[in-house]
């Protein structure tokens, strides 16, 4: 484990969803301690395997206050609340003076995202959007390969097919108007780590895109690849792998624990920047024009 700072308290919002368990499991495992949790369900037993007897809120400026009066080591709100709510959660917590740990996307459009890139300038706070994959042992190595041997004309195809039943489409994550639709909620960890390793362009070609309700596929010209992608959520299989042309097949499953990575990085201030995240949201949203 990466030395890093043991001080931290954190406040999870939207504690009793399923990546909040995750986000427990990786501050217990970097030495913070959890502070106060939010959620309106009432599923938030998760808790008493990570940590007791922390308070609970039902109002999100309950909880801020909570925070802001806590003195002592460095604090963080975790936003792990649906995707619509991102943005303004994150503008909140920092005009209140906490940092904050933003999970993906950082917000539903790009001009979404610099609103919170503004405020964390004008705060001085820090905001770290949740871009784990990049900390994926494989996809480093691949990154530093493509850097030094200055790889490019690369013929990349990115596929993740994951079975979502019907319970997806029913929730807010099969919803456009709150999660952004699956190239948002499912793909933007992909597409941050296309333009991470294969370059981006704001004025790149964008070869299209066919978006039905259970997938979104289509073709992306970065400055070093080509990059065909197909994003499912239906019965078909099970796929998470980028296959490159003459260098093989990476799969993006990992036995490393990358939430846990990503706190170890963060707390070093070793991670993606917010305004780094911003061009993979930028690219959905170029692909997918009800954003």
Not at 163 to 185: D, E, Q, T, V
Not at 190 to 209: I, T
Not at 225 to 240: D, H, K, P, Q, Y
């Amino acid at each position: 484990m990466m030395e890093c700072k043991r001080d931290a308290l954190y406040w999870v919002v939207g504690a009793g969803g399923y990546i909040a368990r995750s986000h427990f499991a990786a501050i217990k495992a970097t030495g913070g301690r959890i502070a106060g949790i939010c959620d309106l369900r009432d599923s938030l037993g998760q808790i008493d395997a990570f940590e007791k007897d922390v308070p609970v809120f039902s109002d999100f400026n309950e909880l801020l206050l909570d925070a802001g009066f806590e003195t002592g080591g460095d604090r963080y709100v975790v936003i792990c609340t649906p995707n619509d709510l991102h943005r303004a959660q994150a503008i909140d917590a920092m005009e209140a003076g906490l940092n904050v740990v933003l999970e993906k996307p950082a917000a539903l459009t790009a001009p979404g995202a610099e609103d919170i890139l503004a405020v964390q300038r004008a705060t001085d706070r820090e905001c770290w959007p949740v871009l784990q994959m990049r900390l994926h042992p494989d996809l480093m190595d691949l990154k530093r390969k493509i850097v030094d041997e200055k790889l490019d004309k690369l013929h990349v195809g990115i596929d993740y097919v994951t079975y979502r039943g019907p319970w997806y489409h029913a929730s807010w994550k099969g919803g456009h108007r709150r999660s952004g639709g699956i190239g948002l909620n499912l793909g933007v960890h992909l597409f941050d780590l296309a333009q991470w390793l294969f370059g981006y362009d704001p004025e790149m070609v964008v070869g299209g895109a066919r978006i039905t309700d259970d997938s979104f596929s289509g073709v992306l010209c970065l400055p070093r690849a080509t990059v065909t992608f197909n994003i499912a959520t239906g019965n078909e299989g099970f796929s998470r792998t980028m296959d490159i042309a003459g260098f093989g097949t990476y799969d993006f499953t990992s036995a490393v624990d990358l939430h846990t990575a990503f706190y170890e990085h963060m707390l070093l201030g070793k991670v993606a920047s917010l305004e780094e995240a911003i061009p993979a949201i930028r690219i959905v949203n170029s692909l997918d024009k009800r954003a």
